[in-house]
């Protein structure tokens, strides 16, 4: 490839950033030696090219210290659904293909399950028990922090843990990612840091772009945060928030250990630094881990989760426990910002599912069925050369190795014209460290799937970067 190509890809590569916020003004970009191996080209067309759009406006150098995004930031791309195959492979970019999709797309990259794995009995009977409720319940608004009998049961479960809250510590929400954008609505401000895993959940930084806070990653070890680097950056950066998943960690479906948790708490605790603990993925362990919340006793770590994963993503609910003027505040806030918290209808839904005595066998067979699932595809992905990072001890995701040399992105790419939507590893890395890992889905991988990822992996590596 010619050298003005090459600076031309560079150029474009950062200006796909700008339009998507994975850069946003003020913020450094990535130093010369560090993107010129992200993109595989020479320190020289870097330079070339950020001296370029320096020329432009776009960026500007500080000496001694790098270049830097000026300006105004544009607007996210709102542009028409649909998938858009060409879009830059960004924290949006496996959300969108698999939201997108038609049904003849394969999904081995989402995060859910299939539909034929949710409880559709209990569900249905929950819709005819809806069928019956008073008139209020389909026609007005919720309370404030949502259903009471639904927050008495999530009061429960909480017990079950060893953390005793009662309802009015819970805050129900649309779902878990609108919880995660309530806490950060309400403590930070544009500008801020905030610490995530390094890798993380892709949305996490999709989120927090939206509201432009400054993103440092630690890298994630298979007991938690790597709790050296974990204290450095609390030390240089001075997060205002931590945000992470403790149980089956999404991607690599890590756990956290007891020693780990009590450490970073402490951590915590010198540094002032506020935990966002995702519950997302908790019920699908086996037995449960240590819980950041209950060992912290809702000091200073927030529990978020939801119900999409275990029981239903058509009929969203979230919530948030905490501490209770931490709960009033975000309360007042829903309200200013969607006038209440979940539908109604959506809340009884789950309040009904969640009550029926079916819904603790259902995750319990769905543990089963993912335990077996998991072991079939490690197996079948070490045929091809694909190892997993670990072995989780439940849910849907493994995080692996792929082959020596071979880019993820660029076999998404190749398996997206296939109708197969992958998750390519770097979507989840903060630093961009991940461009040899992808992340399964064990749940969605029907035979067509495992016939095209086989296909786009006998194709020989695109050197052409």
Not at 176 to 195: A, E, K, N
Not at 398 to 424: F, K, N
Request: proline share 8%; charged share 20%; glycine share 8%.
């Amino acid at each position: 490839m010619a050298q003005a190509s090459r600076t031309a890809e560079v150029m474009e590569a950062i200006r796909r950033r700008l339009a998507t916020r994975a850069l946003v003004p003020g913020e450094r970009l990535p130093s010369i030696r560090r993107f010129a191996a992200v993109m595989g080209v020479s320190p020289s067309t870097v330079v070339e090219a950020y001296d370029r759009l320096a020329a432009e406006g776009v960026i500007r150098s500080r000496p001694g210290s790098g270049f830097y995004v000026v300006g105004v930031a544009p607007s996210l791309d709102l542009r028409a659904p649909g998938p858009q195959r060409d879009r830059a492979v960004d924290p949006f970019w496996v959300s969108r293909q698999s939201l997108d999709a038609g049904a003849e797309v394969l999904k081995p990259g989402c995060g859910w399950l299939p539909p034929d794995w949710m409880p559709q009995t209990a569900l249905r009977r929950a819709l005819r028990q809806l069928a019956r409720a008073p008139d209020a319940l389909l026609a007005e608004y919720g309370s404030s922090l949502g259903p009471p009998r639904l927050r008495r049961i999530l009061a429960r479960h909480c017990a079950e843990e060893g953390l005793e809250i009662g309802p009015d510590a819970l805050l129900l929400t649309p779902s878990g990612s609108q919880s995660i954008d309530l806490v950060c609505r309400y403590l930070l401000r544009p500008g801020d840091t905030v610490l995530v895993d390094d890798p993380c959940y892709f949305n996490f930084q999709a989120l927090l772009r939206v509201h432009k806070v400054r993103i440092v990653s630690v890298p994630f070890t298979a007991s938690g945060p790597d709790l050296d680097l974990f204290a450095a950056a609390l030390a240089e950066h001075r997060p205002r928030l931590y945000i992470t998943n403790s149980a089956l960690h999404n991607p690599t479906g890590g756990t956290l250990t007891a020693q780990t948790a009590h450490r970073l708490l402490v951590l915590a605790g010198a540094h002032d630094l506020t935990v966002i603990e995702d519950e997302t993925f908790a019920a699908l362990e086996p037995e449960p881990s240590p819980r950041l919340a209950v060992l912290d006793g809702l000091e200073r770590v927030i529990r978020i989760g939801s119900f999409s994963k275990t029981l239903s993503a058509a009929a969203r609910c979230g919530y948030v426990s905490g501490p209770p003027d931490l709960i009033a505040a975000l309360t007042d806030l829903q309200v200013a910002t969607n006038f209440g918290g979940p539908s109604p209808i959506a809340a009884e839904i789950v309040g009904a599912a969640l009550s029926d005595g079916s819904y603790r066998k259902h995750v319990e067979g769905v543990r089963r069925r993912l335990s077996r699932a998991r072991k079939e595809a490690a197996a079948r992905l070490a045929d091809l050369g694909i190892t997993p990072w670990l072995m989780p001890r439940g849910g849907f995701y493994l995080w692996c190795h792929l082959p020596e040399g071979r880019d993820a992105a660029a076999l998404s790419r190749a398996a997206l014209r296939e109708t197969v939507v992958l998750a390519p590893g770097n979507i989840f890395s903060p630093a961009q460290t991940a461009a040899g890992f992808m992340r399964f889905n064990v749940s969605q991988m029907p035979e067509r799937a495992w016939q095209v990822l086989a296909h786009v992996l006998a194709e020989p590596p695109d050197r052409s970067g």
